[in-house]
């Protein structure tokens, strides 16, 4: 069974910084692609940005030059960083393992970005 232990989330003032992490307990890790999504209130769940087993990205129009999501199959984690948030962005985010059609999800952490 994998687990998928999200953590950085927290509340932020536009324009700000956040980074987030993703561990996984995975034998092997190295080859699945990971991603996150992002869920706001009262809408679906949404990519935000993907990364393949070697490291091609992948992210949504909206986050462009703003994110960036990276991986270290040694440590098992893939990070989100996020720059110059707006409150668009407000959301809770999930880890995912393997993509959307089977594959693992984390619990989630909240991102708020508030005056």
């Known amino acids: 069974q994998v687990q998928l232990v999200e953590s950085g989330g927290g509340l932020v003032q536009p324009g700000g910084s956040l980074r987030l992490s993703c561990a996984a307990s995975?034998?092997?890790?190295?080859?699945?692609?990971m991603g996150w999504y992002r869920q706001a209130p009262g809408k679906q769940r949404e990519l935000v940005a993907t990364?393949?087993?070697?490291?091609?990205?992948n992210y949504a129009d909206s986050v462009k030059g703003r994110f960036t999501i990276s991986r270290d199959n040694a440590k098992k984690t893939v990070s989100l960083q996020m720059n110059s948030l707006k409150p668009e962005d407000t959301a809770v985010y999930y880890c995912?393992?393997?993509?959307?059609?089977?594959?693992?999800w984390g619990q989630g952490t909240q991102v708020t970005v508030s005056s």
């Open positions: 995975i034998s092997v890790f190295s080859i699945y692609a």
């Open positions: 990364i393949t087993n070697v490291g091609s990205t």
């Open positions: 995912n393992l393997g993509g959307i059609r089977g594959g693992s």
